[in-house]
């Protein structure tokens, strides 16, 4: 899909569909919007008045063959009340516009952008909000012949003198947005065509072609660094585990400023292991990777985007399976740092495998850690699929990466880390069990249990169970993964 600035009038802006945004109010007919209604002979205010254009959240009017104006039809996108208007609003409008107009198979539109808002941050935001709605998982399928698809966004209303920046956020956000929908790519592969050998490829071609420095730890290497923890979930499968390690390492960044962590979990297919999953809906389990794809596209995005800060980016990989050679409850095992862990429950291995992720980190010097991992099945439960579990061993650290989440539209709850939590992990045979003995609080002790690793670092854990996947389609975005967080990362790192 192409994205272009527009510097036409929108008047004679040749495009199948011109479309706009109107604010619910008591007369959303105003602004650029009232110019367009004077060119269409009143037909907007006639609409408002009748009740039938409200503005009120993603409220579609479409009108075809609109008098005066050169596009084919116009489509106003309801965009809440004006004082809550903020650029995640803007980001879903644009997406759900792109969406509706595909699904009419409308191949080309022009994004009229209202009068104040011809910003960077806009065109940014409508190109992450159209270029993220445009991904469809359907890469398997092979009868494509009706498919519909869009070829082109125009965005329109900015000024010669506004032009420069809305171009520049206009690559800022096809960056990110190309980056965000990498990264699902590679949640949406099945775990027969993505196991972590693959993963690591893939990694590797991508840090290749942007230009940033990886590595790739076989099992062989993983072995000698004793990551006992990430090696006691891969034994049970007959593919062989991965460690990914990429680094982007700006000539700006200082001696001594901080150095940014960045682990993923890469399960790629959980199935519980010994402590087996129920099959009913166990096919999900291919994406216990997106916590590391998402990392994997965040260190793409910051290639091109140049913070000036060092990141280091770690995914460790491997399936989670039962079988003759597999870890059983009980089991002790010995993680890098040299923690002993009593695996109570085969099933909780994301926990196991970013204990060693996090001190690899920690050991190749990242001062400031941050996870994401699609960890407990309790996140979902506390959360449902709305909002990322946030956790945090640093408020302010926190609250940076939850102001970061507010502009990237990508919410995000914290939930608490106090110190009584610990209790629930204390080892009775080993230093520490990875499950709770107590009840309630799951994903408050999945993250206690990583916060074991992170030494006195400041660190967030970010649980993505529930966000990762979309089991429905939103009007904005297709059903399946959906890339979250990455965006929030990206600003939290560009903010240094
Ligand atoms: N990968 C799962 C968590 C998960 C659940 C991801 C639902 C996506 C959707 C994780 O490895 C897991 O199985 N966690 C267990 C932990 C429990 C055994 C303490 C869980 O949440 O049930
Ligand atoms: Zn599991
Ligand atoms: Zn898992």
């Keep these: 899909m192409q994205i272009t600035l527009e510097s036409k009038p929108f008047a004679g802006i040749e495009s199948e569909a011109l479309v706009s945004y109107v604010f619910e109010e008591s007369d959303p007919v105003q602004g650029r919007v009232a110019e367009i209604n004077k060119l269409a002979g009143g037909l907007l205010g006639r609409l408002a008045k009748s009740g039938e254009l409200t503005g009120k959240t993603l409220e579609f009017t479409l009108i075809h063959a609109p008098a005066g104006l050169k596009a ?136 290749k072609a942007a230009g940033l420095s990886v590595e ?146 920690k050991q190749l010097g990242a001062t400031h850690l941050i996870d994401a991992a699609t960890l407990t099945g309790a996140v979902v439960v506390a959360l449902a699929g709305i909002n990322v579990g946030v956790f945090g061993s640093d408020q302010a650290f926190t609250d940076k990466l939850l102001a970061s989440a507010k502009v990237a539209g990508e919410k995000m709850w914290q939930l608490p880390m106090d110190e009584e939590y610990r209790e629930f992990i204390k080892g009775t045979v080993a230093d520490i069990q990875n499950i709770g003995s107590g009840k309630g609080g799951g994903a408050t002790i999945g993250a206690m249990f990583i916060k074991e690793f992170t030494g006195d670092s400041p660190w967030i854990h970010l649980d993505i169970a529930g966000t990762a996947w979309n089991d429905d389609a939103k009007p904005w975005l297709a059903k399946g993964p959906t890339g979250v967080a990455l965006r929030t990362l990206v600003h939290l790192i560009m903010s240094y």
């Design 72 to 207: 084919a039809r116009l489509l106003l996108v309801g965009a809440g009340k004006r004082e809550q208007f903020n650029s995640a609003t803007l980001r879903k409008v644009a997406g759900a516009a792109l969406r509706y107009l595909k699904s009419r198979s409308v191949k080309n539109l022009a994004v009229l952008v209202r009068e104040g808002d011809t910003t960077a941050e806009s065109t940014q935001t409508i190109a992450e909000g159209t270029l993220t709605a445009d991904f469809e998982s359907d890469k398997y399928k092979t009868d494509k012949k009706n498919d519909k698809k869009i070829e082109s966004v125009a965005i329109a209303g900015y000024s010669d003198s506004e032009r420069a920046a809305g171009e520049k956020g206009l690559v800022k956000g096809r960056t990110i947005a190309d980056s965000q929908n990498f990264a699902r790519d590679l949640v949406n592969e099945p775990s027969n065509k993505m196991t972590p050998t693959i993963l690591a490829q893939k990694a590797e071609a991508m840090a």
């Design 216 to 361: 790739i730890l076989d099992e062989k290497k993983i072995a000698e660094l004793k990551m006992g923890a990430l090696l006691s979930v891969a034994q049970g499968s007959v593919e062989p585990p991965r460690m990914v390690v990429i680094t982007y390492n700006p000539p700006s960044a200082k001696p001594g400023a901080p150095v940014i962590g960045l682990i993923g979990k890469a399960v790629t297919f959980d199935t519980g292991g010994i402590s087996i999953k129920p099959a009913d809906g166990m096919e999900k389990m291919k994406y216990d990777m997106a916590g590391g794809a998402t990392m994997i596209g965040v260190m793409r995005a910051l290639a091109a985007l140049k913070p000036n800060v060092k990141v280091i980016c770690v995914v460790p990989s491997t399936e989670n399976m039962p079988g003759g050679h597999a870890q059983k409850p009980g089991d002790i095992q010995t993680a890098m740092s040299g923690k002993t862990i009593e695996v109570l429950n085969t099933d909780a291995e994301g926990r196991l495998i970013l204990a060693d992720g996090v001190h690899y980190a």
